[in-house]
């Protein structure tokens, strides 16, 4: 079988041409990256572990009406995901203060936020992924004013889901930040959830303990990385039937 048509390759993804027209296979690496790609590893079963989670989320997403890029699960590694224009933001959602808000308004880790606050950070790894208001946005041209209510909209009622979700297996989300895709059909544009969720997109502390269950882990050498989304995984019920074991597939037909 031909090798497939790789579109893009990125830290923790790699994308290919799909079966159909406007589809793309997405397919989640072990790789492991932090502070814009200067510390890397590759833990083996990472993928696994957040393609399964990643298609937990968006599945229950689509069936709270919030509509996503994800059409379906192909194997451990892979997902079949509608081909759409990514808006250049990462959009944060924060909870409580942790990582870059606490350095920059001096607040301790894990204070309480009065309310859920979004924040938009222009994607660009070269420039570190700064930080932009929507004055940015608009003057620039990224999304316009429409967009960018829906946007908001859809990030609050992504963290609404996520948090309700997290609470109930006692896991605080602390925060975490999606992507927004433009899906067009004929002259009728759609903004859906792009890209994924997962414990790399999310920060996510046990709320008897502390413990961290995200990418915080590997950022701080705080232990196993695939034990602590294993964790996530098994608490959420996800956990694959054969638990994921080292070696890398072949990315064949």
Known sequence: MARRTKIYEGKAKTLFEGPEPGTIVQYFKDDATAFNAEKRDVIEGKGVLN?????FFML???????????LKRINMREQLVRSCEIV????IVRNYAAGTISKR???????????????YCYKDDAL???LVSEEHIAAFGWANQQDMDDILSIALRVNDFLSGIFLAVGIRLVDF???IGRVY???FQRLVVADEISPDSCRLWDIKTGQKLDKDVFRRDLGSLTDAYSEVARRLGVMPQNPPTPGKPTLVN
């Not at 393609?51 to 298609?55: D, V």
């Open 51 to 55: 393609n399964l989670l990643s298609e």
């Open 60 to 70: 229950g997403l689509g069936q709270i009406g919030v509509p996503t890029h994800f």
């Open 88 to 91: 250049p933001l990462e959009v």
């Open 105 to 119: 308004l001096g607040l301790e880790e894990g204070t309480q936020l009065p309310r859920p606050i979004v924040e």
């Open 128 to 130: 570190g992924d700064p």
């Open 177 to 179: 930040k999606i992507e």
């Open 185 to 187: 059909e004929g002259d």
